[in-house]
């Protein structure tokens, strides 16, 4: 397996790299078949922030799952404990749910609340005086290619990348969420075939979001 460790506004000392290294082992216990693990050092500078100025992010791929986790603490050694604490429960997740699969067993899905809540407000828009940015922003991306895009005199970027995915159901988008650690996953649902957004509300509560046209709604409710 690949060890890949890089720092941000930090440099790495050679003692968190024979230690983040040796402690890798446990994911190769539990994963034999992850290929990469990356880890990230981020040092933040702000000293209000001390007991939180070190953060460790780990992410391992094998074959086409990727696996993430980050933990925060004082020291970058006590955060990437917490970080690999939080990654193997991840790990064994994932190998229980294979498992249960190649037994024939069915997942129990998480319980959902599908209520809608309130979005965040809406990014602005771009400038529609500068025609160089609607061009970028609308321009066709391939898969993988990404573009950022500065509003006008603002300091907001807006970055939009191009990501292929197989249609997937709720129930396997819960557990891509849990996988990477995010609060929110975006797939395109294979039931409906809608753009969709399931999202982490609180405890054991889920919430997703499904986007469609008026026109396609009118002819599916035909």
Request: hydrophobic share 40%; net charge negative.
């Amino acid at each position: 397996m690949d060890i890949v460790i890089t720092g941000r506004h930090t440099q790495i000392r050679q003692k968190f790299r024979d230690v983040a290294e040796s402690k890798m082992n446990r994911v190769t216990a539990i994963a034999p078949d992850a290929q990469r693990v990356q880890i990230v050092l981020t040092h933040e500078g702000n000293p209000r922030q001390a007991d939180s100025a070190k953060r460790v992010e780990l992410t391992v791929i094998a074959g086409k799952t990727v696996i993430r986790a980050e933990a925060s603490s004082a020291d970058e050694f006590s955060a990437l404990d917490l970080a690999l604490d939080k990654l193997t429960l991840r790990l064994r997740r994932a190998r229980d749910r294979r498992k249960n699969h190649r037994r024939g067993l069915e997942h129990v899905p998480m319980p959902m609340d599908v209520e809608p809540e309130q979005l965040p407000e809406r990014v602005q828009a771009p400038n529609p005086d500068n025609s160089a940015q609607l061009d970028a922003m609308a321009s066709d991306l391939g898969p993988g290619e990404s573009v950022e895009v500065q509003v006008g005199d603002t300091p907001i970027v807006i970055r939009r990348k191009l990501h292929i995915a197989d249609p997937m159901s709720i129930d396997e988008a819960l557990y891509e969420m849990e996988l990477i650690g995010h609060d929110f996953f975006l797939f395109v649902n294979k039931e409906t075939g809608r753009p969709s957004v399931v999202y982490h509300r609180h405890g054991w509560s889920y919430g997703v979001f499904e986007i469609d046209t008026a026109d396609h709604a009118k002819q599916a409710g035909k």
